[in-house]
């Protein structure tokens, strides 16, 4: 890795994989030399890939450092997606809890009774914790597994 890099490479990159780049994303890369050189790295393999489906039925060095490249970042974005839910479970749990906090401040006395005494039953209130974290992680279990 070369010390000069750029934070948009990964963003040139997957639009390279696409087959196209945005006129803003253009003009960033003309003016950025890490970006330039991706670029013009990518594009050749880019081509090599092209003319290797056309040309070989044995895949070249290029094709399969491309191949190797776009599965690492499928694994990276899989990752993410992970670690995105995850933060959806927490979001979710927060929002639980403001709106407990909210509801037990601002409704009728008589439903902040019902809530009072659903506190109470401790319970029911573990059930409902275990199944708010429960529901996300059985859900990011189920991804995964796939
Ligand atoms: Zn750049």
């Given at each position: 890795m070369s010390a000069a890099s750029c934070m948009r490479e990964s963003e040139l990159l997957d639009a390279l994989?696409?087959?196209f780049v945005g006129a803003e994303l253009e003009s960033h890369v003309a003016t950025c030399l890490p970006c330039s050189e991706l670029q013009a790295v990518a594009s050749a393999l880019l081509d090599d890939r092209v003319k290797a489906i056309r040309e070989a039925p044995v895949p070249t060095a290029a094709a399969m450092?491309?191949?190797m490249q776009m599965r690492r970042r499928q694994e990276v974005q899989a990752a993410s997606r992970r670690s995105l839910l995850i933060g959806q479970a927490v979001t979710?749990?927060?929002?639980?809890?403001v709106m407990v906090a909210l509801f037990g401040g601002t409704v009728a006395?008589?439903?902040r009774e019902v809530i009072a005494s659903i506190r109470v039953s401790s319970?029911?209130?573990l059930a409902l914790a275990t199944w708010i974290i429960a529901a996300p992680i059985a859900g990011w279990v189920a991804i995964r597994g796939k």
């Open positions: 994989g696409r087959g450092w491309w191949r979710l749990a927060a929002a639980m809890a006395v008589e439903l319970p029911l209130l």
